[in-house]
Each structure stands twice: as C-alpha cells, then as structure tokens.
C-alpha cells in the first residue's frame, strides 16, 4: 500500500518507521524538511494525495489549515485515496473538515491514538477510529500495523477527535488529583514512593498513574508530552465543553493550574509539570 504522511515529528518517525518495516511504500513531507530511512520525501504536500492513503499528523489546527486547508489540496487528490487525521485537533475543526471533504469527494477518517513516542515504536498504540466504516475496513492494515487495538468511536470523524480531547482532559485530571493527594499524604509522613506503591497496586494502576507518578516521585518533568501542547488540548476541551452549554468544573481547575505552569515559563518541560506547580516544587525544574 502507498502510505504518505504529513507531518513526520516524534510519533510520524515512529509510526513511519513501523510501517515501512511492514513491506509498505511510505513517503513523507514535513515542513522542516525532515528525512527517515526508507521514507521517500515528499518535494510537496500536495504529492500525499496521490497515493493510497494519506496520514496527517501535524501539531493543531492551525498547521493543517495552513498546509492542507488554505492551498485546497483536497480539490487535486487522487481518486479513492483516504485522508486520516491523526492529530489531535478541535472539535469544530473536525467538523469543517468533514464538510470540506465530503465537497471534493475525497475519504476522510479521522484517528487520534493513545500513546507517547516509546508506544507508538512498539506498534502498541491505541488509536480511536472515527469515519465510515467502509473506510476503516481498508486501513485495517494500517492500523494494525501501528496500534495494539483499534477501537471504533462512531461513523462521524469529529467523535474520534472528541474522545481524543476527552481522554487528554482526564490524563491531565489524573495528575492533578496525584499531586493533591501527595500534599495531603507527604504533610502527614507518608513518603511518595509509599503512597504510590498503595495507589498503583490497589485502586489506579493504569499507564497513566504509572507514568506520571513516577515523574511526581522524581521531581523529573522532561518532555515526554510538552505542557504548551497539553495546555493547547485543554483549549480544545473548554471549547468543546462550552459548545455543550454544561459547566466544566474540573476542566475549568486544570486548565487554570496548566496555564499557570505555562505562565511560568514551564511550556517546554512534561505537562505532568501541573503536578510540580501544585507541590511547590515547579521552580526546580525551570
């Protein structure tokens, strides 16, 4: 199969990679003009649409405005190629693309995963399909490539990107919630590593707590996942959250505490800094 990508950051090399182990024909255009091993590059965006499928896998909104939206790509794409959006973008956003791609008649799918760079060079990760399923039965072996299992989050793309906003909202609450239960613990002569020991084996042992609490037990937040882009999927989940007209206490917390720790200068290290900016302890890691 013909696999272009757009984008080729940190997860796009991983993925590529993995692909083009597989025995697929993968090219690539990045803006920064980034080359992989066995990656054909791309002289321009628009040559990804003349494949068989194209992954986009760029940072936000803005950036796939700018290189797929604004110079109308889709109006030249190849018959029957399917676009997969795999960045997390907003909501509304996922929506306008969908019209956009329904007008030139090109497949669109959308596909955030779960998973940080390390997952995603393991093949493990979990990705969040959203589209026809006409469409994801053909990228099945794409998918099954790149993610441990693909879990199906409707007929509609903008419902995978909701799940993906969603699930970011919650890694970043769970953070939080760690940091406020070691204030409480440590004041009280319980030691983090005692504390998680309890928590990871009892009632949160899932990734998340795994990971994070480890970066918490360490005073170590390196990127990692960098807080300007956890603080940027926050945006995305007030705003969806507004469209809702349900008030949002929680997100409302952690979007103040993570702009807090942007703010100060924090945006570069590991959005796990939120927890650093609760204890204290954020001015060690500037």
């Known amino acids: 199969m013909k696999i272009a990508f757009i984008g080729l950051g940190a997860m796009g090399r991983a993925m590529a990679s993995n692909l083009v182990r597989n025995g697929h024909d993968v090219s690539a255009w990045t803006r920064s003009g980034r080359t992989l091993a066995g990656v054909t590059a791309l002289q321009t965006p628009g040559k990804a649409f003349e494949g068989d499928v194209v992954l986009t896998v760029l940072s936000d909104d803005a950036a796939i405005r700018s290189v797929i ?17 795999m960045s997390t973008i907003s909501v509304a956003f996922s929506r306008e693309l969908t019209v956009l791609h329904n007008k030139a008649r090109v497949a669109f799918v959308a596909s955030p995963v779960l998973g940080r760079p390390d997952v995603a060079a393991d093949g493990a990760l979990q990705i969040l399909a959203g589209g026809d399923q006409a469409h994801l039965a053909k990228l099945a072996p794409v998918f099954e490539v790149l993610g441990k299992r693909i879990w199906s989050m409707g007929n509609e793309p903008s419902g995978a990107h909701a799940t993906k906003i969603a699930c970011n909202m919650m890694i970043t609450m769970a953070i939080e919630a760690m940091a406020e239960a070691v204030v409480l613990t440590e004041a009280n002569g319980v030691a983090r590593e005692e504390f998680f020991d309890l928590i990871l084996n009892t009632l949160f042992g899932s990734r998340s707590y795994q990971v994070y609490s480890k970066n918490i037990t360490n005073r170590v937040y ?50 796990s800094i939120v927890a650093a900016q609760t204890l204290g302890e954020a001015d060690r890691n500037s």
Do not use: C, Q, Y
């Open 222 to 271: 390196e990127p990692g996942f960098r807080a300007a882009l956890g603080f940027k999927d926050l945006r995305l989940a007030t705003e969806a959250g507004a469209e809702t007209g349900r008030k949002l206490p929680m997100l409302a917390a952690i979007f103040g505490r993570m702009g807090e720790a942007i703010a100060a200068g924090h945006g570069e290290n590991d959005w």
């Open 69 to 85: 939206v604004d110079p109308d790509l889709l109006s030249d794409a190849a018959p029957g190629v399917i676009h997969v959006v």
